[in-house]
C-alpha cells in the first residue's frame, strides 16, 4: 500500500524568501500525486497533481512540484511567498486509494 | 457552484450522545469519503463509499458509522461518541479512488466531552 512522509512539519520563512516543502512517498506502481492547501478554517483544496507528463507541474499562484521517480519524491517549490501563503500544505499519493501526509506548516513572516 | 457541504460546522455534545453529521455533493461523484484530521497525523480515513449502498471501512472506522442511500448524501454517524473522537472531520467527493481530485467540505469541529 502507499504512504506519505512530509519531513518537515513546520516551515517559517520570510515573505520574498524560497521555499520548499518536502515529500517522500512508497509506492509498489505508478501513482497519482497531488498537493493540497489548507488556509486557517478552511477545507481542503487542489493546488497541483501529477497524473503523467511531464514531471514538473505549476500551479496558478506560483507554487511548481517535481515528480522524481528515481527518488520517490515530489516536492513543492515557490520562488518567493507572499504572507497570503501561510498555510498548511498537504501532499497525497493514489494508488488504489487516496493517503495523505501529516501536513506541513508555513508561515510566511513579514 | 460546484461543493460540498457540511453541516454543522461546529458541534460540541456529551459523552454517549448520538450524532450525525451530514455531507452533501452537488457534483454527482460515486466516490465519497469522510476523514478526520488530527495535529500531527494529517487526514486519516475514517469510510468511504464507491457508490450507491456501497461502503468500506478506511483506517480508522472504530466508534463510526455511514450510509449511502442517495448519490449525493454520506452521513456519518457517531452511536455513542466519546472524547477521542473530538477532531475535525471533513467530507469529500470526487470522480473515484484513485487519480482523481477530491473536493472537500469546510469541515466540522466536534467536541466530545
Known amino acids: 500500500a502507499q504512504s506519505v512522509t512530509q519531513l518537515d512539519s513546520q516551515v517559517p520563512v520570510f515573505e520574498e524568501a524560497p521555499v520548499e516543502l518536502r515529500c517522500n512517498y512508497s509506492?509498489?506502481?505508478?501513482?497519482?500525486l497531488f498537493w493540497y492547501v489548507q488556509y486557517p478554517n478552511q477545507g481542503l483544496q487542489l493546488l497541483l497533481k501529477?497524473?503523467?507528463?511531464?514531471?514538473l507541474v505549476e500551479s496558478i499562484n506560483g507554487f511548481e512540484a517535481e515528480f522524481n521517480k528515481s527518488q520517490t519524491s515530489f516536492h513543492l517549490r515557490k520562488p518567493s511567498v507572499h504572507i497570503s501563503d501561510t498555510a498548511e500544505y498537504f501532499c497525497a499519493v493514489s494508488e488504489d486509494d487516496m493517503r495523505f501526509g501529516a501536513g506541513t506548516r508555513l508561515t510566511v513572516k513579514p | 457552484e460546484a461543493q460540498v457541504t457540511q453541516n454543522p460546522r461546529y458541534l460540541i455534545t456529551v459523552t454517549g450522545k448520538k450524532l450525525t453529521v451530514t455531507c452533501s455533493q452537488n457534483?454527482?461523484?460515486?466516490?465519497m469519503s469522510w476523514y478526520r484530521q488530527d495535529p500531527g497525523l494529517g487526514l486519516r480515513q475514517i469510510y468511504y463509499s464507491m457508490n450507491v449502498e456501497v461502503t468500506d471501512k478506511g483506517d480508522v472506522p472504530e466508534g463510526y458509522k455511514v450510509s449511502r442511500k442517495e448519490k449525493r448524501n454520506f452521513p456519518l454517524i457517531l452511536e455513542s461518541p466519546s472524547p477521542n473522537q473530538t477532531s475535525l472531520y471533513f467530507c469529500?467527493?470526487?470522480?473515484?479512488?484513485?487519480?482523481?481530485?477530491?473536493?472537500f467540505g469546510p469541515g466540522t469541529r466536534l467536541t466530545v466531552t
Open positions: 501529477y497524473l503523467s507528463g511531464s514531471t
Open positions: 469529500a467527493s470526487s470522480g473515484g479512488p484513485s487519480g482523481y481530485e477530491q473536493y
Open positions: 457534483m454527482n461523484h460515486e466516490y
Open positions: 509506492s509498489s506502481v505508478s501513482v497519482y
